[in-house]
């Protein structure tokens, strides 16, 4: 214990620590590319530095995971935040902080022992307060919303099958029938 613990009575945490990295650099850098204002899109160096400092997360799960399918999946990930680099787009296409705000939950009583994040492949109950989320092109499709967020804010699609999470919505065509009789029921 070191004195400041022995000081104050605060006994050390034997919490085991998270494999997930902090993305607070990477938050800073999607701050400053995330505009609202259609005459100031980002420069694209921006939006290739956002990509990779995500890849560089990816990077340090990678390096730590203990798991060859885990290893595959962040591989396939970075791959893609590279090519990205490559020739990044005009405009981030990632989905709002507000969608990720209105995902759907699981709640924690839903979860099983064996129930793995994909991308930090840490058990989602080895947190006691999980927060995960899943996405709407697969129920089986379960994050750690913490991981998987910076992904869909920059990217927008699901990190397992790459299906776009916000598609347009095509507004149904109208039927002319129903015009026409709408003036023969006064």
């Not at 160096?45 to 990077?59: G, K």
């Amino acid at each position: 214990m070191n004195p400041y613990e022995v000081e104050h009575s605060i006994t050390p945490s034997t919490k085991k620590p998270t494999r997930r990295p902090s993305m607070s650099s990477f938050f800073a850098q999607l701050n400053t590319i995330q505009t609202t204002n259609p005459h100031a899109p980002p420069a694209p160096p921006e939006v290739s530095a956002a990509e990779r400092l995500l890849r560089d997360q990816f990077a340090m799960l990678h390096q730590s995971s203990t798991s060859e399918d885990n290893r595959e999946f962040l591989e396939s990930l970075m791959n893609h935040l590279e090519t990205e680099m490559d020739q990044p787009p005009e405009k981030v296409p990632g989905v709002p902080q507000t969608y990720l705000d209105e995902l759907e939950r699981v709640p924690k009583k839903m979860l099983k022992k064996s129930d793995v994040c994909p991308i930090c492949a840490e058990p989602f109950l080895d947190d006691p307060y999980p927060l995960v989320v899943v996405l709407p092109c697969h129920k089986n499709h379960r994050f750690d919303l913490e991981c998987v967020g910076p992904w869909l804010l920059l990217q927008g699609t699901c990190p397992l099958d790459r299906k776009e999470m916000q598609k347009k919505k095509v507004a149904p065509p109208k039927d002319d029938s129903e015009e026409e009789d709408a003036g023969l029921y006064a």
